[in-house]
């Protein structure tokens, strides 16, 4: 029947139903007064210049709004879709846990929880957006306005609106979070540091990435958490482990590793209470202290007062509470044993010692005559006159004694000359101080080293510009003028004459072990700076010196003498430009045959020159050795 219906023309067939239609379309012709007989009625041209217009305007705002896209908002966008790359694929590990040399445990995990909401399905204002933010408000006690501007000023996708949420309040928020659509219960880990105050100097803490450790770190998302201080920063590529991925390839997390420190928990929380109950005793408010293994470098300690508790940090901190510690005088967050800049006193003496004998200018066995003072003729007008003094008369010395009593005059004598004695001049004692190590950092594995600094003629020209004096090597020999060094470098420069002359870098870390599988990844073994530059024979003499200081009457270290174990001393008071203030030292070593701690204290700013570290020392090591052992 189709075939019989179909209609031929030249150029193509004609369907029934075309034919059904161009009659009706020839009707309606009619009926309009049309006499054209055509299939289409065409539009009219006014029509299609509107529709054409139409068409045009919206093609215009469509480029505008993606040329604005790509110039104004493109690095926000990108921020953004890193951000969301982030949050969507990566899984953050568990990181790694920190114990002391005895396994003892002094950083915990445990479990946080943050509440996370979609900027996304904030961006608009609603009735039912303004009710989920005032639930947000009453369940985490922030007021709407705090989260709308944190939703609002963030250039993350995933907004932390509120972390290390309490457990009161995490109860009603999982049983309120199904009606917050645009949010959801994040899980994290809080850090639990153990001893507090007494070690936060050592292991530093976690915070919140900020955006510049976010842009040159890989593998984080905009909400973590990353070392800020101490080993949580030197170590954070081991601690951290290695981020899995969520999503259609999913990648299992895994572990961040584990430190094993040469640290000793029970040492350094003895350390820390003694040195404050002493500071505090003798109207002091800070100081440092630092304990080492000569044998191979390890520290076994390390204390700075006053401290502060790296936990406040590790829940988030309020503003309030963390401008109350950053405008704190005493500086809490301040690592003395390894950034204050102190002159040494008396403590140089040792080291001023060594590099005489080294160089032959004295015999170990001359006395110099100690009257309490020394006049000296300026070199540029002979009709003045300085005298520089000691603390008391000693009479005849040689250089052990002079050791034991810390005789100023003797050390003027042999650092910057006197009468017809040889002294080995700013030259020659920085050059030793140097081989000590006392303009150099250590490498110690913690953040934030300062690198010591011992001044020369070329220096105070250049810096001062005055010309070097005898009277410079004189306060230099003592350990005053613009001399600067650490804790630090001095316990590490002790360990060198304990150990007889291996100057070791001082270390931390024992060793990491991996978190999963338990395994050792790295040992640090002991690294030698330098060794061999003072003869051993020299360094006996001296180690003998300072054993005088402590079993001989005369010995300013004597109070030391009744310790279970043989004990080697030297103290220091340096002046510090305030009447009646003193920075003091006591630097030991213990047995003294046969060396394995070195113990070296500073007490800063303290009032007068009473015993304020030898205390501390003899506390310690009567505890280290007959309580402990």
């Given at each position: 029947?189709?075939?019989?219906?179909?209609?031929?023309?030249?150029?193509?067939?004609?369907?029934?139903?075309?034919?059904?239609?161009?009659?009706?379309?020839?009707?309606?012709?009619?009926?309009?007064?049309?006499?054209?007989?055509?299939?289409?009625?065409?539009?009219?041209?006014?029509?299609?210049?509107?529709?054409?217009?139409?068409?045009?305007?919206?093609?215009?705002?469509?480029?505008?709004?993606?040329?604005?896209?790509?110039?104004?908002?493109?690095?926000?966008?990108?921020?953004?879709?890193?951000?969301?790359?982030?949050?969507?694929?990566?899984?953050?590990?568990?990181?790694?846990?920190?114990?002391?040399?005895?396994?003892?445990?002094?950083?915990?995990?445990?479990?946080?929880?943050?509440?996370?909401?979609?900027?996304?399905?904030?961006?608009?204002?609603?009735?039912?957006?303004?009710?989920?933010?005032?639930?947000?408000?009453?369940?985490?006690?922030?007021?709407?306005?705090?989260?709308?501007?944190?939703?609002?000023?963030?250039?993350?996708?995933?907004?932390?609106?509120?972390?290390?949420?309490?457990?009161?309040?995490?109860?009603?928020?999982?049983?309120?979070?199904?009606?917050?659509?645009?949010?959801?219960?994040?899980?994290?880990?809080?850090?639990?540091?153990?001893?507090?105050?007494?070690?936060?100097?050592?292991?530093?803490?976690?915070?919140?990435?900020?955006?510049?450790?976010?842009?040159?770190?890989?593998?984080?998302?905009?909400?973590?958490?990353?070392?800020?201080?101490?080993?949580?920063?030197?170590?954070?590529?081991?601690?951290?482990?290695?981020?899995?991925?969520?999503?259609?390839?999913?990648?299992?997390?895994?572990?961040?590793?584990?430190?094993?420190?040469?640290?000793?928990?029970?040492?350094?929380?003895?350390?820390?209470?003694?040195?404050?109950?002493?500071?505090?005793?003798?109207?002091?408010?800070?100081?440092?202290?630092?304990?080492?293994?000569?044998?191979?470098?390890?520290?076994?300690?390390?204390?700075?007062?006053?401290?502060?508790?790296?936990?406040?940090?590790?829940?988030?901190?309020?503003?309030?509470?963390?401008?109350?510690?950053?405008?704190?005088?005493?500086?809490?967050?301040?690592?003395?044993?390894?950034?204050?800049?102190?002159?040494?006193?008396?403590?140089?003496?040792?080291?001023?010692?060594?590099?005489?004998?080294?160089?032959?200018?004295i015999s170990p066995d001359k006395q110099i005559n100690d009257p309490g003072y020394i006049l000296v003729k300026s070199q540029y007008d002979p009709n003045v006159v300085y005298r520089y003094g000691g603390v008391t008369p000693h009479g005849w010395v040689d250089m052990r004694k002079a050791i034991a009593v810390s005789s100023n005059i003797?050390?003027?004598?042999?650092?910057?000359?006197?009468?017809?004695?040889?002294?080995?001049?700013?030259?020659?004692?920085?050059?030793?101080?140097?081989?000590?190590?006392?303009?150099?950092?250590?490498?110690?594995?913690?953040?934030?080293?300062?690198?010591?600094?011992?001044?020369?003629?070329?220096?105070?020209?250049?810096?001062?510009?005055?010309?070097?004096?005898?009277?410079?090597?004189?306060?230099?020999?003592?350990?005053?003028?613009?001399?600067?060094?650490?804790?630090?470098?001095?316990?590490?420069?002790?360990?060198?004459?304990?150990?007889?002359?291996?100057?070791?870098?001082?270390?931390?870390?024992?060793?990491?072990?991996?978190?999963?599988?338990?395994?050792?990844?790295?040992?640090?073994?002991?690294?030698?700076?330098?060794?061999?530059?003072?003869?051993?024979?020299?360094?006996?003499?001296?180690?003998?010196?300072?054993?005088?200081?402590?079993?001989?009457?005369?010995?300013?270290?004597?109070?030391?003498?009744?310790?279970?174990?043989?004990?080697?001393?030297?103290?220091?008071?340096?002046?510090?430009?305030?009447?009646?203030?003193?920075?003091?030292?006591?630097?030991?070593?213990?047995?003294?045959?046969?060396?394995?701690?070195?113990?070296?204290?500073?007490?800063?700013?303290?009032?007068?020159?009473?015993?304020?570290?030898?205390?501390?020392?003899?506390?310690?090591?009567?505890?280290?050795?007959?309580?402990?052992?």
């Amino acid at each position: 029947m189709d075939k019989i219906y179909r209609v031929k023309n030249s150029n193509a067939d004609i369907e029934p139903h075309e034919v059904f239609l161009d009659k009706l379309a020839h009707s309606k012709e009619e009926e309009l007064g049309l006499s054209e007989k055509r299939f289409e009625v065409p539009l009219k041209e006014k029509i299609s210049y509107i529709i054409f217009g139409i068409f045009f305007i919206l093609a215009i705002l469509l480029f505008s709004r993606v040329f604005y896209f790509q110039f104004f908002e493109g690095e926000h966008l990108y921020t953004q879709a890193e951000n969301n790359k982030g949050s969507v694929n990566l899984v953050v590990p568990t990181r790694g846990i920190i114990y002391d040399k005895n396994m003892t445990k002094l950083v915990l995990n445990s479990a946080a929880y943050d509440l996370i909401c979609d900027r996304a399905h904030f961006s608009y204002s609603s009735a039912e957006i303004s009710n989920e933010i005032k639930e947000i408000s009453n369940i985490t006690g922030l007021s709407e306005t705090e989260i709308s501007d944190k939703i609002q000023n963030t250039d993350s996708s995933d907004v932390l609106v509120a972390d290390s949420i309490d457990h009161k309040k995490l109860l009603v928020l999982e049983v309120k979070i199904k009606d917050l659509l645009g949010c959801r219960i994040q899980q994290n880990t809080a850090r639990d540091y153990v001893l507090g105050p007494v070690l936060s100097q050592v292991l530093g803490y976690t915070g919140r990435i900020n955006r510049d450790e976010y842009s040159s770190s890989q593998g984080y998302t905009i909400n973590d958490y990353i070392g800020k201080t101490g080993l949580e920063k030197y170590y954070e590529s081991y601690l951290r482990g290695q981020p899995g991925q969520s999503g259609s390839t999913a990648v299992l997390a895994t572990p961040g590793d584990n430190l094993v420190l040469n640290i000793d928990a029970d040492l350094q929380k003895h350390l820390y209470d003694s040195l404050s109950a002493s500071i505090k005793k003798m109207g002091g408010k800070k100081g440092a202290a630092v304990a080492m293994d000569p044998r191979n470098g390890a520290v076994l300690a390390l204390v700075s007062y006053p401290s502060y508790d790296d936990n406040s940090f590790s829940g988030g901190i309020s503003q309030t509470e963390y401008n109350k510690i950053i405008n704190d005088p005493s500086q809490p967050l301040f690592n003395r044993a390894i950034s204050a800049k102190y002159p040494t006193g008396s403590t140089i003496k040792p080291f001023e010692a060594s590099a005489a004998l080294q160089e032959k200018i004295i015999s170990p066995d001359k006395q110099i005559n100690d009257p309490g003072y020394i006049l000296v003729k300026s070199q540029y007008d002979p009709n003045v006159v300085y005298r520089y003094g000691g603390v008391t008369p000693h009479g005849w010395v040689d250089m052990r004694k002079a050791i034991a009593v810390s005789s100023n005059i003797y050390f003027y004598t042999v650092g910057g000359g006197y009468e017809d004695q040889q002294g080995l001049g700013p030259t020659r004692i920085k050059k030793y101080l140097s081989l000590f190590g006392w303009d150099q950092k250590t490498g110690i594995d913690l953040p934030g080293e300062f690198s010591g600094f011992i001044p020369d003629p070329a220096w105070k020209k250049a810096v001062k510009g005055q010309s070097w004096v005898d009277g410079d090597t004189y306060n230099l020999s003592i350990g005053q003028s613009d001399l600067q060094t650490t804790p630090l470098q001095v316990a590490g420069a002790y360990c060198a004459i304990a150990n007889g002359g291996t100057l070791y870098k001082p270390q931390i870390v024992n060793k990491i072990v991996s978190g999963d599988s338990k395994t050792t990844i790295q040992e640090f073994m002991p690294q030698i700076i330098r060794s061999g530059f003072i003869d051993p024979a020299n360094l006996e003499i001296v180690r003998e010196g300072m054993r005088d200081g402590v079993n001989k009457p005369y010995g300013i270290s004597k109070i030391l003498n009744d310790l279970p174990i043989e004990v080697a001393a030297k103290t220091g008071t340096a002046e510090i430009g305030v009447l009646n203030r003193y920075n003091v030292w006591s630097s030991v070593f213990a047995p003294f045959d046969n060396p394995e701690i070195v113990l070296v204290i500073t007490a800063e700013s303290v009032d007068g020159v009473g015993s304020v570290t030898l205390p501390v020392a003899h506390d310690v090591l009567e505890w280290y050795f007959s309580g402990k052992k």
